[in-house]
């Protein structure tokens, strides 16, 4: 019988390799079983042979320690995750956390921007054609016209765009791939960026990759990056609000839907699992269509 540090490791490459989960994914797995691990030697527990009272025990202690909801239900899932697998591994005789049940999450709906705030954003990425603005007019009509997440926009490579096609080949979660259209301002803008913004970035510094998007060194951009050059263009937009580049994919998926796109479609644009994932923007687009009827109904 392995040691449970061995076990928890396993777990980490069975969700990496078998799952095909994100680093950034598995690590926060590890960190809350990990927390887990701590509570259970305090405890003088048997991870093998857990009962009832001990979790509802750790689910009192985590309430004491003002978790939120979605935090405490985001550890359970994880932890429910692991036994399971042990009990595949024949390692428990059971998985106790299959009869935990927990307060549903709390409903957060998305933050998006307004029309007003989109062109104010967009307005700052047009005003010259430095390569650095050029790159930034890229990386905001990506993130808002494809609806890409920060980690997928991050990973575009210059092979997975077809320009004739207007299409880009996207690598979602657990290396899922996915065909996301384009349209004619982001080919614009890739069109410029490519001609005189990409290669005087890279060329000082002797750079040669195929990631689309580069920092001022030439390196690729990383996610951090992103927020970093994005927070600029607030800045610079004289916007008070902070930025988050979900908010992009937000404000793509919430337009869609205004607009009369439908469910499915939007689903599949977005690389969503689940249609439960896509279905939260429904709340934004009835208050959209409530506000709409108020404005223009004579009975309103």
Known sequence: MKDLNSLIEDFMQYLLNERNYSQNTALAYKQDILEFQTFLIEQNANFQKLDYIE???YLTMLKKARF?????????????????????????????FLSISHAKKQLRLPKFFYSEEMEALFQVVYEDERPLTLRDRVLLELLYGTGIRVSECAGVLLTDIDRYYQAILVRG????????????????AIACYLKAGRQELMEPFHKSHQTLIVNHYGDPLTTRGIRYCLNKIIERASLTRKIHPHMLRHTFATDLLNNGADMRTVQELLGHASLSST??????????????????????
């Open 68 to 96: 939120s909801r979605n935090s405490v239900a985001r550890k359970l899932s994880g932890l429910r995750s692991f036994y399971t697998y042990l009990l595949r591994e024949k390692q428990v005789e059971n998985n106790p």
């Open 173 to 188: 979660k657990g290396n899922k791939e996915r065909y996301v259209p384009y349209g004619s301002f982001l080919e614009d």
């Open 279 to 300: 279905q939260i923007y429904t709340h934004i687009t009835k208050d959209h269509l409530k506000a709409t009827y108020m404005k223009h109904h004579p009975r309103a």
């Open 55 to 57: 979790i509802r025990i």
